[in-house]
């Protein structure tokens, strides 16, 4: 199994609402990536887990809050959101975070909608 | 900090004929991999070919092959008999020892 998968593929929320996006991943990667994509341009990283514990955090705000239950798992718990953060939610996954051959394998993103 | 250029925006290509996107870096470091990723529209980000900073050969994955001149610090990706499916975002990117950069990527269009 060489997949990574995310859940929801689509979301629209308010600015009030919280929701969670979801990954996972069985490949027994131990180091997975949030990433946001705004159209036509590169992912920009935002957070970086390394087995379960957080290993760079891209300065993102606060409204952004990772979480990873185990070593297959990594979700991004969302409140308050601004119009601004709607784009493509890339999760990803490689064997390991340090080292030089790491490729990453991305899910499918989840397209989210701030209104 | 290293960075990663791709210098063309879009690109268009007959199908059958072959293409080559370009790509420079900058880095100080002396070991490290490149990549080009391919995210077609709408759909997943899929890797399509890496290349060992330390290894001269270039790499070659079926139609794809690249042009890795490490003095120049330029990583060139070529694509051979352009098919309607390769039509994409190309993103190259650059790994050393921790996170992967990536370059604002090139579309590529192909023409039937």
């Known amino acids: 199994d060489t997949e990574v998968t995310q859940t929801p593929k689509h979301l629209v929320m308010g600015m009030t609402n919280k929701k969670s996006l979801k990954c996972e991943q069985h490949?027994?990667?131990?180091?997975m990536y949030w990433y946001k994509q705004k159209a036509k341009k590169p992912p920009e990283l935002m957070f970086v887990?390394?087995?379960?514990?957080?290993?760079i955090n891209e300065s993102v705000p606060s409204r952004f809050s990772p979480e990873c239950p185990n070593s297959s798992l990594l979700n991004l718990h969302l409140h308050a959101l601004q119009p601004e953060d709607s784009a493509l939610y890339l999760c990803?996954?490689?064997?390991?975070?340090?080292?030089?051959?790491?490729?990453?394998?991305f899910g499918p993103g989840t397209r989210l909608t701030v209104l | 900090a290293q960075t990663v250029t791709q210098s063309q925006p879009e690109m268009s290509v007959q199908e059958a004929e072959t293409v080559t996107l370009s790509c420079t870096y900058d880095?100080?470091?002396?070991?490290?991999?490149l990549f080009w990723y391919k995210q077609p529209p709408s759909r997943q980000m899929i890797l399509v070919i890496r290349?060992?900073?330390?290894?001269?050969q270039n790499a070659t994955e079926n139609r794809f092959s690249v042009n890795f001149q490490k003095a120049a610090k330029s990583f060139s990706l070529k694509i051979s008999d352009s098919q309607l499916g390769d039509a994409a975002m190309y993103f190259c990117?650059?790994?050393?020892?921790?996170?992967?950069?990536f370059g604002k990527g090139t579309r590529l269009h192909i023409l039937p």
């Open positions: 990803a996954s490689s064997q390991v975070l340090r080292g030089l051959y790491n490729e990453q394998f």
């Open positions: 490949m027994g990667h131990r180091a």
């Open positions: 887990y390394s087995y379960e514990k957080l290993s």
């Open positions: 880095t100080s470091e002396s070991d490290y991999y």
């Open positions: 290349q060992e900073a330390y290894k001269q």
């Open positions: 990117a650059y790994k050393g020892d921790d996170k992967i950069i």
